[in-house]
């Protein structure tokens, strides 16, 4: 579960002052749904996302991710998620199996028990191959597929996807989209961001609009379809964006 | 320390240990560098010898006719020719000669009277075969001298055909292991710091602005390890480095200097016995470690300050740079150091290792090095944590 209340992030520059980049938004992400963040380049979701998974401190206003303040405390949030973003890489000079010993020691997991979770996780992940082969010598899709099985080796409660099917072809989408909807049949609670239309829509129970840090609009993909009657949720968000600028 | 800290510890090793450039500054330079450095100085060096031995010189003498037996002593010198002079030339370079012998006008005056007499050889240090005459033509000035001593002698009514047979020789008596005991003590805790900061700089900055570079800090910032585990995870593979570093130098050294050089002709005369006790090497060991450590933690809070690897490098330069300066002032130190030079990192380690080698160690130096380089490397891993956990200085840009 994951409750965000009155979220607020402010950077300060130098040269423009404060800046703000996420203005008191409010959600929730419930365990077994998929909550999709969908916004442009710069609307607010990566720093969302950071700070859920309490890489940045928040300027005002809390979360509460697995039961666990982000703010009082952010070790036991961490113990419970996973994070990943497309931007993110993983260590050229390990191999597969390495990476995800290395993973699942910093997860807190007994040394022991790490074997048997990467047998586990074989299969599902197509690790095959992998596992004794140096991250600097495996394809983007291969590199993807054993990122997110960094990412769940631990077996977190909580999933936190920040624009994982970036730089990835089709079929590497579709395989990292594949595995993002077995974590929610697995009843995890998974929060994605995209600004990918047909992602969102193919995965997402429920979507906020988010631009210039705020979110616009929120809901099912129903709801928000009924909104504007079109059922389009690309019309859909241009509306809410073009709505949200025009307001400014 | 914890499972999380030693996990990083272990990958920070993995990755360092593949890592080329790591390797060949850690085991292929020591090994085959040093060894190869060394037979190019001897190389350099036997050939210099013989340029030396081999080239004509030129020695002009000003005054050359009021004592004929300067020129013949002079002349004597293999590959000296004489220029005589009656008077001093206008300048040195315009005498076209590679050494100028000026004897004072009036010399056999000067003699009768008593007076003191100086005779000059005019040189330049600045110019090799200027200073290689010099060096040529010092038994030749001793029997000029000689020659000056008979003939005063037998202006006081002596009866002497030649110089008395008085001679007071230089002659070193050093073995070549109390040499090599010198020149450890002097070189090996200048070597150690420096190779400890060498070895340090590339894994730190690796695990750390490369971590950002390649986009792989947010995994390890979003795991559940603690900030201060996943720096002293680092700083503990850093120190690792570095630690290997500076024993796979000083193995190359000995190899160097202690074995090839004994061995092959061409380094004969670099050889030395460079033997340290086992016990002094666990002591200078010891002392290394405060230190060591205070290197990696501040090149590890370097590394997270640093926004690329390019930044951090260079910062990490001016360390590495500030280290050596530092080292190689313990050279520079006489036998009585002020407790106070004992309090400067990096300085009080070089000097108390070379107090651990000369065996002269004194307990409040001892202290003073090891207490301040371990509150210092304390310190240090503080301020580093301290930065890791800083979102402003992770994520500034």
Known sequence: ?248 | MTGRTMAVFRKELIDTLRDGRTIFAIFVFPFLLYPALLMLMGYIQSKNDEEAKAFSVRVGIVGAAQFPAASEKVAAVEGVTVVPFDQEPATYDAADVQALLVLPPDLAGMIARGDSVKVELRYKDADNKSSETAKRLKPAMDEVRQALTLEWAKSRGANATAPPALTVERKDISSKKELGGYIAALLIPYLLIFMVAAGAMQTAIDATTGEKERSTLETILASAATRAELVIGKVMAVLAASLTGAVTGILGLWLSFGVLAAHLTVMKSQALELSVSPEKMLLLFLTLLPAAIFLSAILVAIGCFARSMREGQTYATYVYMASVFLGLSSFTQSESVPLKQFFVPILNTALLQREILTDTVQASHAFAAIGSSSLLAALMIVIAVRLFSNEQVLFRT
């Open chain 1, 1 to 248: 579960m994951i409750e965000v209340q009155g979220l607020r992030k402010t950077f300060h520059d130098r040269k423009k002052g404060d800046v703000p980049a996420v203005k008191d938004i409010s959600f929730t992400c419930r365990p077994g749904q998929v909550f999709g963040l969908l916004g442009r380049n710069g609307a607010g979701k990566t720093t969302t996302l950071r700070m859920l998974a309490t890489i940045l401190s928040p300027s005002a206003g809390t979360a509460k991710v697995a039961g666990f303040d982000i703010i009082q405390k952010p070790a036991e949030v961490r113990r419970r998620i996973g994070y990943l973003s497309g931007d993110t890489k993983l260590y050229d000079r390990l191999t597969g199996r390495e990476l995800l010993t290395y993973f699942g020691t910093l997860a807190g997991m007994e040394p022991s028990a790490i074997p048997a979770r990467i047998d586990a996780l074989t299969k599902p992940f197509a690790l095959d191959g992998l596992l004794d082969k140096r991250v600097g010598k495996m394809s983007t899709g291969m590199k993807q597929r054993l990122s997110i099985a960094r990412v769940v080796v631990h077996d977190p409660e909580v999933l936190i996807f920040d624009e994982p099917t970036s730089g990835l072809d089709v079929f590497g989408a579709r395989e990292v989209l594949a595995l993002v909807l077995d974590l929610k049949k697995r009843g995890r609670t998974v929060i994605f961001s995209t600004h990918i239309m047909t992602e969102a829509e193919r995965i997402c129970d429920e979507i906020a609009i988010i631009e210039k840090g705020s979110i616009l609009k929120q809901g099912t993909l129903a709801t928000l379809g009924a909104g504007n009657g079109s059922g389009s949720l690309e019309d859909v968000f241009v509306e809410a964006v073009k709505g949200g600028l025009d307001d400014r």
